[in-house]
C-alpha cells in the first residue's frame, strides 16, 4: 500500500485530494466470512481453488497511518455498507422475504452510523477522503 500512496503523493499537487474505498479488515461479517473461507478452503482441492479471487482488505487505522506518512492529512472518513444485519437472509426462500428489509436497515444504518467509531464494526467498506499537505522523498 505504501508504494501506491506514495506515487499519489508524486502525481498529486499541494491541496489535492484522494478518496480512496478500502474493504473494511475489521468489519465482523468480513473476519466470519474468512474463518468459513478457510475452513472450505481445507476441505477444497487445489483445481477447485484455481479460479478463486483474492481481495485485499485494509485496517482503517493502518490505512491512516500510512496516508499520515505519505503526506496527506485525513479531511474525512466514512464506513459503508452495514448489510447482512439481519441474519434470516442467508436462510433459503425466508432470505428472500428480508432481502428488502435488510437493505432498508443498512441505508438506515449508514445515516446515523458511518461516522462513528462503532462502525468499524459493521461498516464493510471503509471510505476515506484526504488532502496532500506535502511532498515526500522517496
Known sequence: DT???????RIFK???VVVIQARNAKCIKYKISTFIKSIL??????????NSYNYHEHDPNDLKTTLGNCGFEIMEERFLLFF????FRKIPFIGMAFHYIDVFFSKFAESFLSNKKISVY??????????KVCDINN
Do not use: H
Open 14 to 16: 499541494i491541496n489535492g
Open 122 to 131: 459493521f461498516g464493510y467498506l471503509y471510505l476515506v477522503k484526504a488532502k
Open 41 to 50: 478452503i481445507k476441505i477444497r482441492t487445489d483445481s477447485q481453488n484455481k
Open 84 to 87: 447482512d444485519l439481519i441474519p
Open 3 to 9: 508504494p501506491f500512496i506514495k506515487e499519489l503523493n
